[in-house]
Every structure is written in structure tokens, then in C-alpha cells.
């Protein structure tokens, strides 16, 4: 069965760092773009970053660029996407989904979260003093 689980969330203090990762079942690991997205409270899940299905190519949010990287590991059976969260703030609090998009092009990776076809359960991240 096909599935995404996150994991690694948890309380942090501001300017400290989070290491997050989605363990991805499958085929769904070498055939789709995983992405990371986030819902606050009251708020829109928005796009946080994602990688092509060759890991050639990344995009992120702006809010994260230079804080944030995605990563994926290759290792025997240990099909992973992480997410290094460095310098973490207040405002990056909110459930953290990673998500998979099945149909993709070559090096494109869609930032809207309605082009993802399978997401996992989240993981909180809370960043408070």
C-alpha cells in the first residue's frame, strides 16, 4: 500500500533547528515529487518546498529559502524526504504534511497543493520560547 508518514516534529525555541522526514512506500518514491506543506491555525495550507522525482531540482517558499532544505535519501530501504528546518521562528509553527504528486514533468514541481495526490497524516511543529 502507498503511503507517506511523517515524522520529527516537536517544540523548539526560536533559532533552533528541526529535522523532519516523510518515509515514502513504493514506487511512489522514485516515480513522484514529494513536496512539504503547512497549515496554521486559522490559516491556508501553504507550500513549503519540494523536490523533483530525480532530486535534481528543488523549490521553496520564500519565507524558508536559505533556512530551510530538502533532501532525499536514497539509502537501502529507507526511502525518505527530509526536511532540515535551521533557524526556526515563531512564524513556522503549524502541522507539517509532506505530500506526493504522481503526474509530473520532467524537472517541474508545482507549488499548489491541489496538484498533490497522496499526503500523509503531519507532524506538529510548535516554535516557542
Known amino acids: 500500500q502507498v503511503q507517506l508518514v511523517e515524522s520529527g516534529g516537536g517544540l523548539v525555541q526560536p533559532g533552533t533547528a528541526l529535522r523532519l522526514s516523510c518515509a515514502v512506500s513504493?514506487?511512489?518514491?522514485?516515480?513522484?515529487?514529494i513536496g512539504w506543506f503547512r497549515q496554521a491555525p486559522g490559516k491556508e495550507r501553504e507550500f513549503v518546498a519540494a523536490?523533483?522525482?530525480?532530486?535534481?531540482?528543488?523549490?521553496?517558499a520564500d519565507s524558508v529559502k536559505g533556512r530551510f532544505t530538502i533532501s532525499r535519501d536514497n539509502a537501502k530501504n529507507k526511502n525518505s524526504v527530509n526536511l532540515q528546518m535551521n533557524s526556526l521562528k515563531p512564524e513556522d509553527t503549524a502541522a507539517y504534511y509532506c505530500?506526493?504528486?504522481?503526474?509530473?514533468?520532467?524537472?517541474?514541481?508545482?507549488?499548489?497543493?491541489?496538484?498533490?495526490?497522496?499526503w500523509g497524516q503531519g507532524t506538529q511543529v510548535a516554535v516557542s520560547s
Open positions: 505530500a506526493a504528486d504522481f503526474i509530473v514533468f520532467d524537472e517541474e514541481i508545482s507549488t499548489d497543493a491541489n496538484q498533490y495526490d497522496l
Open positions: 513504493g514506487r511512489t518514491f522514485s516515480t513522484s515529487n
Open positions: 523536490m523533483s522525482r530525480s532530486g535534481r531540482s528543488r523549490r521553496y
